[in-house]
C-alpha cells in the first residue's frame, strides 16, 4: 500500500512539473485584455453564494434540532 501511494504522489509531482510549463494563450489574452478579473469575480460571487446558503442551511437545522 505504500508503495502505491509513494507512485501516485511521484506521477502526479511530475506531472504537474510537466504541465505547468505549457502556456495557455486563452488566459494570456484575458490577462490582457483585463478580463481575467471578470472571471476571479464571477468565480468569488459563486463561493459566496454557495457559502452564504449553507451558513443558512445550517441555521434552519439547527432550529429544527432544538425543537425536537
Known amino acids: 500500500m505504500k508503495k502505491i501511494l ?3 504522489t511521484m506521477t502526479l509531482l511530475f506531472s504537474t512539473k ?22 476571479v469575480a ?7 453564494g454557495i457559502i452564504a446558503y449553507l451558513v443558512l442551511l445550517d441555521r434552519k437545522i439547527s432550529k429544527i434540532e432544538k425543537g425536537l
Open 6 to 8: 509513494a507512485l501516485i
Open 18 to 39: 510537466l504541465f505547468a510549463q505549457q502556456e495557455v494563450e486563452m488566459a494570456d489574452k484575458m490577462r490582457a485584455d483585463g478580463k481575467i478579473w471578470v472571471v
Open 42 to 48: 464571477v468565480i468569488a460571487v459563486v463561493f459566496v
